[in-house]
């Protein structure tokens, strides 16, 4: 069993920065990939990016690719997605997703989401 926790959305201005954590807890260890993905009201769930939970490789969608990073902490059990940038059509609720090594064609555990709204 896997818990996740996002933080760290609010409102900001177009142009502005935030910085969003995924906490991980539980079977940490058996985590193969964190994944980050948004949705806009009326519109389909959008993967925004991923990073290896042992290796650190990230993957970025090309939508966001520039302006976001995402990165690590194991000691903290935590990943960030750091947002720069932003605009308003970053406006989503924002999740993280973890898959597990025993089934990696899967995202199994999901954090709640956080709000991210830019203004124009």
């Known amino acids: 069993q896997v818990q996740l926790v996002e933080s760290g959305g609010g409102l900001v201005e177009a142009g502005g920065s935030l910085r969003l954590s995924c906490a991980a807890s539980?079977?940490?260890?058996?985590?193969?990939?964190i994944n980050w993905f948004r949705q806009a009201p009326g519109k389909e769930r959008e993967a925004v990016g991923a990073i290896s939970w042992s290796g650190g490789r990230t993957y970025y969608a090309d939508s966001v690719k520039g302006r976001f990073t995402i990165s690590r902490d194991n000691a903290k059990n935590t990943v960030y997605l750091q947002m720069n940038s932003l605009k308003p059509e970053d406006t989503a609720v924002y999740y993280c997703?973890?898959?597990?090594?025993?089934?990696?064609?899967?995202?199994?555990?999901w954090g709640q989401g956080t709000q991210v709204t830019v203004s124009s």
């Open positions: 539980g079977r940490t260890l058996s985590i193969y990939r």
């Open positions: 997703a973890a898959t597990m090594t025993a089934r990696a064609y899967a995202y199994d555990y």
